[in-house]
C-alpha cells in the first residue's frame, strides 16, 4: 500500500511537470483605444492561466466601437501557440456567435443566433451552420493559432534570439502564413495608466516585431486577416524594459495608415 501511494505521488508529481508551461507575460489586462472623427475604437485584453487545462491559457479580448461590440475567448497553449477553443461573440444590429474547436486533423466551427430569442442563453441560441474546417497543412508545423494570440507570442519572440519565426492564423475560414521578424526600435511617445503606480507618460524606448500575413492555401472568403482592426504589414512596439505592449501601427479601413495606443495596464500578482 505505502508503494502504491509512493507511485502515486510520484506520478502527480510527474505530470504537474509535465504541463509546466511558458511564464506568463507580467501584464494581466492591457486596453487600448484608437481615435478617429466619428468614433473610438476601445479594446481591452486580458491573459490568465486555465485552471485543470493544461498547459493551456485563456486570452479575452473585448472590442467596441459605436454601437458594435464583439467578444473573444481563446484558449491556446502556453507553450506552442496552438489554438484549442475559441468563441466569438458579436452584438451589434446583428447577434451571433461562432465557436471553433481545434482538432487534430480539422476544425470544428459552428455558429449560433438568437432568430428573435435574444433572452435566451448563448448556448440556448439555435444552430443556423455546422461545419469542418480542414487544415491547409500540418497543423503542428508551424502551429495553427489566432491573430489575436500574437500579441503574446510576439513577446516571447522579441525575447528570444531567433531571426523570425513562423505561425499559420486561422481566421474564419481562411488561413494565413505568419511570419514575425525584428523591425527597428524606435522612441514612442506614451501616456497610460498603470494601476497602482498611476499615470505614466513621456518618451520610452520600444522593440518593433514586424507581423507579415500571406494567404495559405485556398481562400473561401475575403480577404480577412487582421489585428485589432488592422491589416497590411502590422508593427508592434513593445517597452523594452517592461515587456509591455505600447502600440500597434497598420492600416485600417477608411483611415489608411494609423496607430492604436496603450491607454491602461494591469500587472499580474507575484506570489
Known sequence: MEIRKLLGCLLTLFCSAAYTSEPLPAWQGLAFEQHTLWATAQSVISLDARPGAGDNWQLTVSSSVAR?????????????????????????????????????DAIGRERREPTGQRELPQSEWPLSSEREIIYPGDPNQPPVTTSYALTVLADRFRQSGESSTQYVVHTDLNFYRVTLSRGESKVIDVDYTLQGDGQISGKRRADCILVRAV?????????????????????????????????????????????????????????
Do not use: C, H, N, W
Open 68 to 104: 458594435s461590440s464583439e467578444e473573444i475567448i481563446l484558449s491556446f497553449s502556453a507553450d506552442t501557440g496552438r489554438a484549442a477553443r475559441r468563441t466569438r461573440l458579436s452584438r451589434g444590429k446583428d447577434q451571433r456567435v461562432k465557436t471553433y474547436v481545434y482538432g487534430e
Open 215 to 271: 494567404p495559405e492555401g485556398p481562400q473561401e472568403d475575403k480577404a480577412d486577416f487582421s489585428l485589432l482592426g488592422l491589416g497590411g504589414e502590422i508593427s508592434l512596439y513593445y517597452d523594452k524594459e517592461s515587456g509591455l505592449l505600447l502600440q500597434l501601427r497598420g492600416v485600417a479601413p477608411r483611415l489608411g495608415k494609423t496607430s492604436i495606443d496603450l491607454t491602461a495596464a494591469t500587472l499580474r500578482d507575484t506570489p
